[in-house]
């Protein structure tokens, strides 16, 4: 007689992998126990608020950060700072240590296989820490965005001069930057893929959190400042945290806003789905994983400059845009706009008088450098001469100089350069207490993809 | 005569012909293993053998090249996972270090769903000795206390096959007896553990069975019994009442030799005979009947240690040919 040898019953134990919900609550709990990502989520809440108040009562302005010079005449121009200067340098920074870190903290740790046996799916592991990474960027930048109108509203609830001068009520101006903020959702989901990619591809190498904090802030500066043609910019992640800009000009330039966002989930979905199949060809027989940067380049840098290659290819044959998108006549025209709204607010301040833009019929004229330099691009070397009509002074002509310092992205800076009774550095007195000539000097933007 | 029982053998994990390579380095290579319900089966082998990768394909980890691997009746391969049940760690028990033990605990068994209260979780960290610990987080813990932590974790989910990966390092005497006290009862519950170590003793207490793998492959499997059979002459620590007579029969007692003969200092007191189990089992009753009482009489090196390091050097050496 002999033994028989069975196998266990099986019925109740078929592989079970946990759900994702029981996953993405999982990886929360983790991401949540960490001090920077707590410490980070409440200066998000808190930290916004106390600059816009602290700053706004400093008699010196961040004029450099777009609606800076305006902190003094209401707290809207406070919160738009917070979401410019986010936008600007902290997104890539946040992205990177939430996004970066996601998958790179279990190689640190070695936990890769004690989270694999105990989830048993690598695709529901991959799932539940994208969200999670997601969560956690959810929760940072509503608190910038309240925190930032709650300093804002301390400040003090006024209208706003838009990027063309034109007068925002507080409702308005509200509404816009809301708005202003659910765009910039696009960018920063760009950026925490890129940021999960990195973390997928370099494992526990600190390259992980470095690359998207650098490389993000390679793009802000590449977006903002180096010289390429504007749908190549345009086709940058980055350009999209700058894109809201147009909302605040009338009509709004709504084109680039739509193609900003655009490409950001267009880089969003590939960074995701690279990084997807990237893990899900992970060997987790070893214990960890160091990364490599011949891998990063081949499956990581490639096929993301090939997007942005596309994205600028479709963006240049979508509009048309072929060189920097800043000439002459934008800038005469964006100008002409803006010198208008503002002599309408300078002549209600000093003179009471109430104009309309219209009345003034302005135009500018406008030449870059001397004659033998491109009459386009961007540049400190912009001089303009506006000319306007006198209401109610028949056949009255005024005329004002201005320099222009004019950014790759479009934004530009119009100091007034004479006569200096109307755009010179003197003080009047405006509802919100003694301020600059809104003349002297003044933020200004051009769409870069409108037809030239 | 075999009863109904013995005849129905319940197998854990069987294995047959499992090969699993990274490139040119063949990990396993033709493995067999056999582990039945109930019990615990240790699997011993120097550094490189293959034990971790073995461990990897029984946790669904890995996926072996060739071979088929059957757990809990459930066949696992390249598009079959690990089945429920299946738990444990390889290369030491993983851990949230920002959590507390508690908390690691929690959000594990969180991850099962609603089934582990929290009274079963003050319970694990009970049965490991962790009850002083559990609010403290786990980044200031020793290697011992996560080892004890991570078998605590493999218990929530009330496994039915247990793997783990050298489960005693770095643990004191009081967190040994919590740990073989956890896997004793586990395995009288009817669940299986395959467990590796450096520590034969460890492995000699609590396994029954033993799998000893060089470089891939496996050069003995069965019963500890067996391999002591198998083991040939041992030396053994003898320490009696009349040192110089238990010497006089010892040296007369056929199969029997010895081959610490000094005497002095101060294990003057202690001799050390080698010898076959049988010529053992004589030289006891010779020593009584002479008068002298036998106080200690233990293997120098362990048979599991003899034979692991015979059949290890002997695999090495032919590997080498």
């Given amino acids: ?452 | 005569m075999l009863t109904e029982a013995s005849m129905q053998r319940s197998y854990t994990v069987r294995a047959r012909g499992l090969t699993k390579c990274f490139g040119d380095v063949v990990a396993l290579d033709g493995v067999d293993l056999d582990v039945l319900a109930g019990q615990i089966h240790g699997v011993v082998g120097p550094n490189g053998a293959g034990k971790t990768t073995l461990f990897g394909l029984l946790l669904g980890l890995a996926v072996a090249d060739r071979g088929t691997l059957e757990v809990l009746g459930t066949q696992v391969g390249r598009s079959h996972a690990a089945p429920d049940g299946v738990t444990g760690f390889v290369d030491g028990p993983a851990l949230y270090p920002a959590l507390t033990a508690r908390g690691n605990l929690a959000a594990l068994a969180a991850l099962r769903g609603p089934g582990v209260p929290r009274a079963g979780i003050d319970d694990l960290l009970e049965q490991v000795g962790l009850t002083d610990v559990a609010d403290d987080k786990v980044r200031g813990f020793s290697l011992g206390m996560r080892q004890r932590l991570g078998l605590a974790a493999a218990l929530l989910t009330k496994p039915r096959l247990l793997v783990l990966d050298e489960p005693y390092n770095g643990l004191d005497p009081a967190g040994k007896k919590h740990v073989h006290g956890v896997l004793t009862r586990l395995a009288a519950d009817g669940a299986s553990v395959v467990l590796s170590s450096h520590r034969m003793d460890d492995v000699e207490a609590l396994c029954s069975e033993v799998t000893i793998v060089s470089v891939g492959r496996v050069v003995f499997a069965g019963p500890l019994a067996k391999l002591a059979d198998a083991s040939g002459e041992l030396d053994y620590r003898l320490v009696t009442s009349d040192q110089e007579a238990a010497r006089r029969v010892a040296a007369g007692t056929d199969g029997v030799r010895v081959v610490d003969d000094a005497g002095t200092g101060a294990d003057r007191d202690v001799m050390v005979v080698r010898a076959l189990l049988p010529a053992l089992d004589d030289l006891v009753p010779r020593l009584v009947r002479a008068g002298v009482s036998v106080r200690e009489l233990t293997p120098v090196v362990s048979p599991l240690e003899s034979a692991f390091l015979a059949l290890t050097e002997q695999q090495e050496q032919e590997s080498s040919r």
Avoid at chain 1, 27 to 50: D, F, N, S, T
Avoid at chain 1, 97 to 111: N, Y
Avoid at chain 1, 200 to 224: E, K, N
Wanted: aromatic letters at 10%; proline letters at 6%; a neutral charge.
């Fill in chain 1, 1 to 452: 007689m002999t033994a028989t040898a069975t196998t266990a019953p099986s019925q109740v134990l078929a592989p079970s992998a946990i759900s994702v919900p029981r996953a993405y609550r999982f990886e929360l709990v983790k991401l949540l126990a960490q001090w920077r990502v707590r410490i980070l989520i409440a200066l998000c809440w808190i930290g916004p608020a106390v600059t816009v108040v602290v700053v706004s009562g400093q008699g010196t302005l961040p004029s450099d950060t777009l609606f800076g010079r305006e902190m003094h005449a209401t707290g809207w121009a406070g919160a738009l700072v917070v979401l410019s200067f986010a936008g600007s340098w902290f997104f890539p920074l946040l992205t990177s240590v939430v996004a970066g870190d996601v998958f790179s903290s279990e190689d640190r740790l070695g936990t890769w296989r004690h989270l694999l046996v105990a989830v048993r799916s690598p695709r529901r592991i991959f799932v539940a820490k994208s969200l999670a990474s997601v969560t956690v960027l959810m929760m940072c930048v509503p608190g910038l965005a309240i925190s930032g109108i709650v300093g804002g509203l301390v400040v003090g609830s006024r209208p706003l001069a838009g990027l063309d001068g034109h007068p925002m009520s507080p409702a308005d101006a509200a509404g816009k930057l809301l708005f202003a903020w659910l765009c910039v959702l696009a960018p920063i989901l760009a950026f925490a893929a890129i940021g999960l990619l990195a973390s997928v591809i370099f494992g526990r190498s600190p390259i992980a959190l470095l690359l998207p904090a650098f490389g993000g802030l390679g793009m802000q500066l590449a977006s903002q400042v180096l010289p390429m043609p504007a749908a190549v910019r345009v086709a940058l992640p980055s350009f999209a945290f700058l894109s809201w800009n147009g909302l605040f000009t009338s009509p709004p330039q709504l084109g680039s806003l739509i193609a900003g966002i655009a490409v950001s989930l267009a880089w969003a979905v590939t960074a995701t789905a690279l990084a997807y199949v990237i893990f899900m060809r992970r060997d987790f027989t070893s214990l960890a994983n160091d990364g490599s940067m011949r891998r990063a380049i081949t499956v990581g840098i490639l096929p993301l400059l090939a997007v942005w290659a596309a994205a600028a290819g479709v963006v240049a044959a979508a509009t048309g845009a072929t060189g920097s998108g800043i000439d002459a006549g934008k800038l005469q025209q964006s100008l002409a706009t803006s010198f208008g709204h503002f002599y309408v607010l300078q002549s209600q301040q000093v003179y009471h008088l109430s104009y309309t833009a219209a009345q003034l019929r302005t135009t500018a004229s406008c030449a870059k450098g001397s004659d033998l330099v491109d009459q386009e691009g961007p540049g400190n070397d912009w001089r303009c001469t506006v000319t306007w009509r006198l209401p109610g002074v028949s056949d009255a002509i005024g005329q004002a100089v201005y320099q222009l310092d004019v950014s790759a992205n479009g934004r530009y800076v119009a100091d007034g350069d004479g006569p200096n009774q109307v755009n010179g550095y003197f003080v009047l007195h405006a509802p919100y207490g003694d301020a600059p000539n809104p003349l002297w000097q003044f933020d200004g933007l051009v769409d870069l993809l409108a037809p030239a």
